[in-house]
C-alpha cells in the first residue's frame, strides 16, 4: 500500500484521495471509477446530488454535491486530498453578438475561476506532503477555436494557462499540472451540442456528426469516457512523475491538421 501523499508502483493509487468534479455523469463519473478502480478514495462533487451519490455509493468514495458557478462560496476553502481532477462543464453555443453576457459569465466561474479556486485550496496540503496530481479536463477548444462557442473556447484556453502556471509552481513541491485535451466525447453535454448546432444549420443531428463536429478528426468517431479517464488514471499515478505543464491530445488527429 503506498504511504499516506504518495503513490504505489505504476498505477497504484491506494491510500490516496481524490476529488473529481462534474463526477455524476460522463468524463467526471469515468474519472471518478477509475480512480477508485486504481485504489484512490475518490470524492464525488457535483451540483446533481443524487447522480453524484450513487456514482460515489458505487465506488466507495464519497459525495460532496456542491454548486461551483458560486465561487465566492469557494474563496476560503480548504481542500485536502492528493489528486484533483477539474472537469465540471457546461456549454452554450450562440454568435457573440447573441451570447448572453450572463451566460458567458457564469461558463467563466464554473471552468475557469472554480478551477483556479479549487487548485488555490489543495495546493497547501499537497506542499506539505510533497505530492500531488492536479488534472484538468480540457479540450480541444483549449487549443483551437470554432465558431459560436466563444465562453466556452476562452474558459478552456484560460484552463490551459492556470494549468500551466501551476505547473511551474507546484514542480518544486512535487505537485504536477496537467490538461486532458479530448475532441468530442460521448457525453450528455455533446449531445446537447449536437441538438443545438442541428438547430442552429437547420440539419438533423446524424448530419451534425458527419458535417460538423467529426470534419476535422482522421478518426471519425467520439471519444469514449473511459478513454479520457484511462488518460487521468496515467497521470495520477507513479509512472507520470516528471510530466508536467503538458496538454494531451486525445482528438483523432484534430490538431495535427
Avoid at 481532477?85 to 453576457?101: H, K, T
Wanted: proline share 4%; charged share 20%; glycine share 12%.
Amino acid at each position: 500500500m503506498a504511504s499516506a501523499g504518495r503513490p504505489g508502483n505504476g498505477g497504484d493509487l491506494s491510500g490516496l484521495r481524490a476529488v473529481v468534479t462534474g463526477g455524476a455523469g460522463g468524463i467526471g463519473e469515468a474519472c471518478a471509477r477509475q480512480l477508485a478502480s486504481q485504489g484512490a478514495k475518490v470524492t464525488v462533487a457535483d451540483i446533481n446530488g443524487e447522480a453524484a451519490g450513487r456514482v460515489a455509493d458505487d465506488i466507495g468514495g464519497a459525495l460532496w454535491q456542491v454548486d461551483l458557478s458560486d465561487t465566492a462560496a469557494l474563496d476560503e476553502l480548504e481542500l485536502d486530498t492528493d489528486i484533483l481532477v477539474n472537469n465540471a462543464g457546461i456549454q452554450r453555443i450562440a454568435a457573440i453578438e447573441d451570447f448572453d453576457p450572463a451566460a458567458f459569465r457564469l461558463i467563466q466561474r464554473l471552468m475557469l475561476e472554480a478551477p483556479f479556486l479549487l487548485i488555490r485550496a489543495v495546493l497547501p496540503g499537497m506542499y506539505a506532503r510533497g505530492y500531488g496530481r492536479i488534472i484538468n479536463i480540457s479540450s480541444i477548444h483549449g487549443l483551437r477555436a470554432s465558431a459560436f462557442k466563444s465562453a466556452y473556447v476562452s474558459a478552456k484556453h484560460g484552463l490551459e494557462g492556470l494549468s500551466k502556471v501551476a505547473a511551474l509552481e507546484g514542480g518544486p513541491h512535487g505537485v504536477t499540472s496537467n490538461c486532458i485535451c479530448p475532441a468530442y466525447v460521448r457525453t450528455p453535454l455533446v449531445e446537447a451540442q449536437i441538438q443545438d448546432q442541428a438547430r442552429i444549420h437547420g440539419i438533423t443531428d446524424e448530419e451534425v456528426l458527419s458535417s460538423v463536429l467529426l470534419t476535422e478528426p482522421a478518426v471519425k468517431r467520439l471519444v469514449e469516457p473511459a478513454e479520457v479517464a484511462s488518460l487521468a488514471g496515467w497521470l495520477a499515478g507513479a509512472d507520470a512523475g516528471m510530466v508536467t505543464a503538458a496538454s494531451y491530445t486525445m482528438d483523432g488527429g484534430w490538431s495535427g491538421r
